[in-house]
């Protein structure tokens, strides 16, 4: 159990369009979704925390007009790379807890954004 | 403020070695979390353990092995007879509970590249 896909696994875009990256919870309701971002050989940097029907909590220097999150249902957290440009270029991961005492948190498979 | 450090960047052994790989935390709360998460060349973060902070009792599983010291914040993951197909990125990762705030954001250390030689 506990599954979350993200759609698609990797994506070549122009600079300038907007990408749109899908997290799906397979098999539980995901209070908490949380999209990560990571450079080659670096670690895994937390961009947001989405709450369902709540607006995203942004972290310090990540920007909320380039990087829409939208958390509509329990099940499904879709991060929008609008206007990208190459240095936006990376491998982003989301991952989704359902609460609990444990919070535990089950991660994406990734996204793989190329922007040429 | 939370912090999670892997202070080795890179470590690479020869099959059937045993290899520690060192986890440093800083955190100013009482109750906390600890992980382990191992990430393949496929990219996909591959769950290995958790850890709260009210239990430091060390954890064997198969060929893995953690300890945890909470006098020296530490979190280190030991890997018995390494194989080949432990060649991945490891990283150690922090979460902080707050009670019935806590959303479970993870504080990710660098990582650690480690390469097992046939």
């Known amino acids: 159990g506990a599954v979350v896909s993200q759609h698609p696994s990797r994506v070549i875009c122009k600079s300038g369009t907007s990408v749109k990256i899908e997290c799906r919870s397979l098999d539980f309701q995901a209070t908490t979704m949380f999209w990560y971002r990571q450079f080659p050989k670096q670690s895994l940097m937390l961009m947001a925390t989405s709450n369902e029907g709540s607006k995203a909590t942004y972290e310090q220097g990540v920007e909320k007009d380039k990087f829409l999150i939208n958390h509509a249902s329990l099940t499904l957290s879709t991060l929008t790379v609008t206007s990208a440009h190459p240095e936006d270029s990376s491998f982003y991961i989301c991952?989704?807890?359902?609460?609990?005492?444990?919070?535990?948190?089950?991660f994406g498979p990734g996204t793989r954004l190329t922007v040429t | 403020a939370q912090k999670v450090t892997q202070a080795q960047t890179e470590i690479s052994v020869v099959e059937k070695e045993d290899v520690t790989l060192d986890c440093v935390y800083e955190t100013r709360d009482t109750t906390y979390y600890l992980f382990w998460y191992k990430q393949p060349p496929s990219g996909e973060l591959v769950f290995l353990i958790r850890r709260n902070s009210f239990d430091e009792q060390n954890e064997i599983s198969g060929r893995y092995s953690w300890n945890f010291q909470k006098s020296t914040s530490s979190f280190n993951f030991t890997i018995t007879a390494s194989q080949v197909v432990d060649s991945a990125v490891y990283f150690c990762?922090?979460?902080?509970?707050?009670?019935?705030?806590?959303?479970?954001?993870?504080?990710f250390g660098q990582g650690t590249t480690l390469q097992v030689k046939p």
């Open positions: 991952s989704a807890t359902g609460g609990g005492s444990s919070y535990e948190q089950y």
């Open positions: 990762a922090l979460s902080e509970a707050h009670g019935s705030s806590n959303t479970g954001k993870l504080i």
